[in-house]
Nanobody
């Protein structure tokens, strides 16, 4: 079992930046691929970004490419989502997810563990 806790959400103006963090409870964190997903009100949860166990491979949704970056620190059991040039349409609850096996995927079904989410609101 892996417990995931997200933090770093909040209210930001359009064009601003936020960094989300996710800490994992498992000491074998380095063997897990990690992903970020989001769910806006009235919409389905969607893929945002993912990173392989080593950090050597990353994936991004087209809607965030060039604006968001994903990184990880295996020594700290942490994964980060740096969000720049935020837009109102980025408003959502952001979820951290982990999957056994080190390959990053964009499909939610590939992920085994989920955090509770952190709210990001982009508004002036």
């Amino acid at each position: 079992q892996v417990q995931l806790v997200e933090s770093g959400g909040g209210l930001v103006q359009p064009g601003g930046s936020l960094r989300l963090s996710c800490v994992a409870s498992r000491s074998t964190f380095s063997s897990y691929a990690m992903g970020w997903f989001r769910q806006a009100p009235g919409k389905e949860r969607e893929f945002v970004a993912a990173i392989s166990w080593s950090g050597g491979n990353t994936l991004f949704a087209d809607s965030v490419k060039g604006r968001f970056t994903i990184s990880r620190d295996n020594a700290k059991n942490m994964v980060y989502l740096q969000m720049n040039s935020l837009k109102p349409e980025d408003t959502a609850v952001y979820y951290c997810a982990a999957r056994q096996g080190g390959i990053a995927y964009s499909l939610m079904i590939r992920y085994d563990y989920w955090g509770q989410g952190t709210q990001v609101t982009v508004s002036s």
